[in-house]
């Protein structure tokens, strides 16, 4: 091992020149440029270029490379270090985690760590986890869930075991104890920010039935202008500076109002939930701790394109859309669970019985659908996608599921206190109209439609 190393070693200088021009070094002076690296990382790229000559390019052409940050600055460990692995001489470890990234960036790491992302594993306890893991199965989970999410990463000698690796999920639990992943948006070896600003990098996890973020933005009148001036945007998307209102000002992407700085104020951070009041994900939506501090900070960035007005006009609407939500659906579909479980009509076991799976959607999907909509603006996404599901679901499928299942299991008590239960709901004034509307409504409706088509609705 020793004398491969030495020789080669000894081959230093040529591999030098050849790698200064294989790598693309992103400098006139490329052999100036490679004397910065550490001899350390001399011997990586003399073995990895002819490897894998891309990845060595794409590290050429990064700040790193520019900076004199080489191979084994980020993949360097120590020999008691779980992760570690003997390497023709050197001790390193394939995963690179928040703790090594942090030597050099200590303030991203730390955000990082405080942030939700970097809880993204620790859904133990979480009916999806049931759905991953038993109801589909492992197999599933490592490559759908924990892709997204991250997961713990075993290892053997060093070596990450197959299975779970390759992950890149935001909240991976490292075997250095650290949490999070920087490579879930950052991606290697050329650590671009063009690359981690596009609104794609965050869609690649905020997508789709339960969380369709990318959706809902991309079909925003922000969306919308950002895509009609991309090409106005695109050439600001590499600089280390990207502030609102002075490096670009035609749209928001995810990064404006969730990370980003703005010359209104808003501090760039990477703790993504810094700015949000609320977390639409429960079965009721709750306000987050210091909330109202937390929406001042989106209110700043808001401001650099709207007037306060606006701003608190936007506030008043999503909030009452939240509040209907909680009130209207989320509150009583919960209270018929309740009722159910409680007195052993369905039994613990979740999604073995079909009522259980139309409450998880009413809430998960169409329920979270309709919040996601209202906060980032896409009125499809409120509606059609979102609250006209969750009305469906409630009257039509947990109604009429809790009534077949009290009439069917339930005792002579379980029956009047359902009755006496729906009693109360129906007298709500939200939900009244459920059991007749008055005939002068009923009229308009007929009237609008003669009038406009020359046909009744029905
Ligand atoms: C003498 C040639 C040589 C040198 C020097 C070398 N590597 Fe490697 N490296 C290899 C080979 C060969 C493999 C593939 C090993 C395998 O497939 O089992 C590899 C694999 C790796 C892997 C992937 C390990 C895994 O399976 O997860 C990493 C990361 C790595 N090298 C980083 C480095 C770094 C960092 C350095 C410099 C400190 C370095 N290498 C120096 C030859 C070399
Ligand atoms: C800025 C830090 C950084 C630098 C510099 C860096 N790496 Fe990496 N490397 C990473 C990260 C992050 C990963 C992904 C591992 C993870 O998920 O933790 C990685 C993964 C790898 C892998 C395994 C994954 C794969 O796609 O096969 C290899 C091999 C590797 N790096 C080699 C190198 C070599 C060779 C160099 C020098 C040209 C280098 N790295 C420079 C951070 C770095
Ligand atoms: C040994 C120190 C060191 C380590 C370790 C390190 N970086 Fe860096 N990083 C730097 C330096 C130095 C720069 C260049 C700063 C500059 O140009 O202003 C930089 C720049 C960056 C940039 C900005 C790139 C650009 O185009 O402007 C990003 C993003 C970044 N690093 C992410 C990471 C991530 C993620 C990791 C871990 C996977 C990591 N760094 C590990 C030192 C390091
Ligand atoms: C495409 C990426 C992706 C996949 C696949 C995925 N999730 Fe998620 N999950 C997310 C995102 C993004 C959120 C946060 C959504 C939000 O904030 O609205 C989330 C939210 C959650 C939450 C709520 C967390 C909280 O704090 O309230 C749980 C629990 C969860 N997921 C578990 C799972 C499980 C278990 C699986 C596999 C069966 C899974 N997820 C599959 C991306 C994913
Ligand atoms: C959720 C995705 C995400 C994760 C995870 C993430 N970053 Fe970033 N990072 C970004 C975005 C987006 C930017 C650009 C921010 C901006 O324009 O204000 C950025 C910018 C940076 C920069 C450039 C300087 C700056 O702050 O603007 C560095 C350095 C950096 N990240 C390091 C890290 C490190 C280290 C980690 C892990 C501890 C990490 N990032 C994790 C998305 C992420
Ligand atoms: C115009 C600003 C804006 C843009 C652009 C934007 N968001 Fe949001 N986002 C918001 C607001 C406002 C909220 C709700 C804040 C609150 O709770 O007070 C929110 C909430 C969220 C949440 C929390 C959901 C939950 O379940 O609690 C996630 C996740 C999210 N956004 C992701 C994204 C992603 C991904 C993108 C890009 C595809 C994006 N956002 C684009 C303003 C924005
Ligand atoms: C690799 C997957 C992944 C990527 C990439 C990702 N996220 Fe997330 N994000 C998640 C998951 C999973 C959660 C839910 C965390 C949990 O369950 O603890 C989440 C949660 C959030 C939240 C809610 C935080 C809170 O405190 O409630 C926001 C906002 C958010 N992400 C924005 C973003 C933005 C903006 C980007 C892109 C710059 C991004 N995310 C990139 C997976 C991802
Ligand atoms: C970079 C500028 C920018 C930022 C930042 C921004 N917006 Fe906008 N917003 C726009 C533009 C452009 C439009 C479309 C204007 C029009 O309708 O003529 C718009 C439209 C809207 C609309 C109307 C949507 C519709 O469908 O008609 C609302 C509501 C809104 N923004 C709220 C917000 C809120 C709340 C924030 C902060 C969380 C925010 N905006 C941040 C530029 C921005």
Known sequence: MKGKLSKLRTGLLAVTFAAAAVVGLNTTNASAALRNISKESQACLGCHKGMNPALVQQWGVSKHADAGVGCYECHRANKG??????????????????????????????????SYHADAAHFVGSLDNVLGRIVEGEALFNLGCAQCHGRTIPVKNGMPVLGPWPNEGVGRINPDGSKGNCAACHYRHSFSLKQVREPDTCGKCHQGPDHPQIEIWELSKHGIAYKAHLSEIEPTLDRAKWVLGEDYYQAPNCVTCHMGASVTGAKATHDVGARLSWTLRPPISKHKPNWQAKRAEMKKVCAACHQRAWIEGFYYQFDSLVNLYNEKFAKPAAAIMKFLRSRKLIDPTPFNEKIEWDYFLLWHHEGRRARHGAAMMAPDWTHWHGLFIVANDFYFKIIPEADAIVAKKGTRADKEAWAKFKKELFSRPEHKWFLGMPKSELRKIAEFYVKRYGETAQ
């Open 81 to 114: 270090d779980k992760d570690a692995f003997q390497h023709f001489g050197f001790t390193i470890s394939t995963i690179v985690s928040p703790l090594d990234c942090g030597k050099c960036h200590p303030k991203e790491a730390k955000e990082v760590t405080q």
